[in-house]
């Protein structure tokens, strides 16, 4: 089986991946929350960036 040539490799930018203790730190320091709440947004809301930035404001705005 050949390899998809359309699969450049490249990470999707439009998704946090909440393995990846380096990704959830920014988003973290970003919106001055601790890792375990960007953690309980990403299993509430899921992995999409936009939606992980906008309920981290609403969640900061409390």
Do not use: C, H, W
Not at 10 to 18: C, E, L, P, T
Request: net charge neutral; no cysteine.
């Amino acid at each position: 089986m050949t390899d998809d040539k359309n699969k450049l490799g490249y990470q999707d930018r439009s998704r946090v991946s909440g393995d990846e203790e380096y990704e959830v730190g920014y988003v973290a320091s970003k919106f001055g929350l601790s890792i375990p709440q960007v953690r309980e947004l990403i299993a509430k809301y899921g992995n999409d960036r936009d939606t992980l930035e906008r309920e981290a404001k609403n969640l900061r705005g409390r």
